[in-house]
């Protein structure tokens, strides 16, 4: 069995002891990605907020060629919440509560722009009135 051979961090190289497990040597890297989820080396969910804001972008654009196929809000609406709203949600009970006041919005926007195709009248609606219907 192989396990990941990398060990997160910022310190030197020559600061601490190669670290090595059944004389394999585990090389120490900036960004690791496990199961979806990425970690920066200083434990921040930077890179992992940005990943996620890149599918969405691109699935975002999905969601508007539905729209434009002639798709119901219904119909649209379940293509959100089973499609698009688990990348969003992917990995937020770990990152949540650790997001800064920049990713926050970040991810916010994104829901957004989706109420906004889904529900084209809704610019001029307060946001509360879509995300009800939505769910």
């Known amino acids: 069995m192989h396990i990941h051979d990398n060990l997160i ?9 190669g670290l090595t497990v ?14 979806g989820v990425s970690l920066f080396n200083d434990l921040s969910w930077e890179v992992h907020v940005n990943t996620i804001c890149m599918k969405v972008a691109s699935l975002l654009y999905y969601l508007k060629q539905l729209r434009h196929a002639g798709l119901s ?15 969003l949600e992917y990995g937020c009970t770990a990152s949540h509560h650790d997001l800064t006041v920049a990713q926050s919005p970040k991810l ?20 509360d009135s879509p995300c009800a219907y939505t769910g």
């Not at 059944?22 to 199961?35: A, C, G, N, P, Y």
């Not at 809000?73 to 990348?87: C, E, G, K, M």
């Open 73 to 87: 809000w219904d119909d649209l609406s379940y293509s959100y919440l089973t499609v698009i709203r688990p990348v």
């Open 108 to 127: 916010e926007s994104l829901q957004k722009r989706a109420l906004r195709i889904i529900h084209y009248i809704a610019f001029g609606m307060p946001y």
């Open 9 to 17: 961090g910022s310190l030197p190289e020559q600061s601490i002891p």
């Open 22 to 35: 059944q004389s394999d040597v585990i090389k120490r890297v900036t960004i690791f990605e496990l199961v």
